[in-house]
């Protein structure tokens, strides 16, 4: 056997911190206002943990990143307008709220970039996911934004489970209603 490149540098698996679900002081690093392919706006906001036990878990893990192409993994992509509806979405209006409450007399005047260096208060909760291996595992992602000084007094969210899909690959009609009754009026 030949020795992988990178082997020495690599991180075991198992031996990475992970991200507590709950609340946490956070500091804006970055913002960038982007497309999607169809035109809907959204906030591309990169964000490290500013106070507490976990002072800086995404510029560690950076850090830590042998990858060629290194990427921060602290970004949440917040869209402007809620879907389908042309309004404000809650989420983009609760983080600038949010935003304003924790940095004195701030005022967002729409310049995305005056974001960049501004404390709030985010809520994290536990993602389930469909792993490369057909396995299920869960990850901390962004939920809600709210004021710095009140992450403290946060519960902890419901984790988000992805919904069971039964296997219906043994069984063709598994997605079909075969409890019919013939009495029905067909609709042709």
């Known amino acids: ?3 992988p490149n990178g082997y020495d540098e690599a991180q075991a698996f198992g031996e990475f911190e992970t991200l507590p679900a709950g609340g946490h002081k956070c500091i804006i690093k970055q913002v960038k206002c982007e ?3 169809n035109g ?3 906030l591309k906001v990169a964000f490290d943990i500013d106070e507490g036990e976990h002072k800086g878990f995404y510029q560690k893990k950076f850090d830590a990143d042998t ?4 990427k921060w993994s602290g970004v949440w992509a917040v869209f402007i307008e809620g879907y389908n509806s042309g309004t404000t979405n809650p989420r983009f209006k609760g983080l600038i709220t949010s935003i304003e409450a924790s940095n004195g007399k701030f005022k967002f005047d729409f310049d995305e970039q ?4 501004k404390k709030v208060g985010i809520v994290f909760r536990d993602e389930e996911f469909e792993g ?3 396995e299920i595992h869960s990850s901390v992602k962004p939920f809600y934004a709210i004021s710095y000084d009140k992450t403290e007094e946060v519960k902890i969210p419901k984790p ?3 919904k069971k899909v039964e296997n219906s690959a043994s069984d063709p009609f598994a997605d ?4 019919t009754d013939d009495s029905d009026d067909l609709p042709f």
């Open 1 to 3: 056997m030949n020795k």
């Open 67 to 70: 990858r060629e192409e290194k």
């Open 40 to 42: 809907k706006e959204y």
């Open 114 to 117: 005056k974001l960049v260096g």
């Open 132 to 134: 490369q291996d057909g």
């Open 160 to 162: 988000k489970k992805l």
């Open 35 to 37: 497309k999607t392919k």
């Open 176 to 179: 079909f209603d075969t409890d």
